[in-house]
């Protein structure tokens, strides 16, 4: 089973992917969260950068609907040494979707077909593509999936959910077994992706999707950074004796490569105190606690506030 770090906007970024990769490990691959613009930023060179990068398959997302646009980022990858790169068809934000991009380039197959053809017959990389389903109805994935099945796309991560359901829906687990039965015939690698947050859920998946040879995981891996490991049927218990020493670790080089990238206090404790949001249960932090978390002002504010919850956790 190949397992592979979602790419998430703002969050894991080579800082974030680097530490995950150091303290838990369990990935084949990371993604990174997506470029969008011919120009690359000073930001986005140095979370592509192999010297950021070290040691770890990393495969940057391109979200565009233009073939121009996605030629060019192409062509800076491959100067940077890359050999694949990752095109989104799956994020559901607003923002996004209202430029048809994003999931959004969905509503309009004809011209997400025209686009393909060009990008596929000019890319100097392997491209993989990451999809959501459709855009709100059933019928749409038969016609995607005819679309797909005419290009040498790399791999085809799959997210079952349409983009007006977002996060919220359960995913529809039958089209992605729809997609598995077809590739049977074309032979494109599957990944499945959402919701995977557990053994359970895991296993789950596979009960119904016995073929599934690939698993991205996101949000899990978020509020679980043993995940990976569980997946791969290995004992947290033996990888990691300490746990609180081994998360401690985990954290504290985060926080210091935030530190060291950024300037002051307030950019780094809006990266922080988003981790938070997912990884607080991990450590069984308190309500009353992480509410300090989301109310610090200060660096130092938010040492002690942690240094607390590591603290109760050690009596737990």
């Known amino acids: 089973m190949r397992l592979y770090l979602a790419p998430m906007e703002g969050i894991t970024t080579y800082i974030y992917r680097n530490a995950l990769h150091r303290h838990y490990g369990g990935f084949d691959c990371y993604y990174t969260p997506f470029l969008s613009n011919k120009v690359l930023s000073t930001k986005e060179l140095s979370d592509i950068s192999p010297e950021n990068n070290k040691d770890m398959k990393v495969i940057p997302q391109i979200l565009t609907n233009q073939a121009e646009t996605f030629l060019e980022i192409a062509k800076c990858l491959k100067n940077c040494g890359y050999e694949e790169v990752n095109f989104n068809l799956g994020c559901p934000s607003g923002t996004v979707v209202s430029k048809k991009r994003g999931a959004g380039f969905l509503s309009v197959p004809d011209e997400l077909d025209r686009f393909l053809e060009e990008i596929f017959a000019k890319c100097p990389l392997d491209i993989s593509i990451k999809t959501r389903i459709g855009i709100e109805s059933e019928y749409e994935w038969e016609d995607l999936l005819a679309i797909y099945q005419k290009y040498p796309i790399k791999e085809l991560i799959i997210h079952p959910r349409y983009q007006k359901e977002f ?150």
């Open 167 to 316: 996060y919220q829906a359960v995913p529809h687990v039958e089209a992605f077994k729809q997609a598995a039965d077809r590739s049977k015939d074309n032979s494109i690698p599957l990944c499945y992706n959402g919701d995977i947050t557990s053994a359970k859920s895991f296993h789950d998946l596979i009960k119904k999707v016995p073929s599934t040879e690939a698993v991205m995981l996101g949000r899990g891996v978020l509020a679980n950074p043993e995940l990976a490991r569980l997946l791969q049927n290995q004992t947290p218990e033996l990888l990691y004796p300490d746990k609180l020493s081994t998360f401690k670790a985990f954290h504290d080089e985060i926080l210091t490569g935030y530190i060291d990238y950024m300037s002051g206090d307030q950019p780094v404790l809006f990266k922080m105190k988003e981790l938070w949001s997912y990884m607080g249960a991990y450590v069984h932090a308190s309500e009353s606690l992480l509410k300090k978390i989301r109310k610090a002002k200060r660096l130092s504010d938010y040492r002690s506030t942690v240094q607390t919850i590591l603290s109760e956790a050690q009596r737990i």
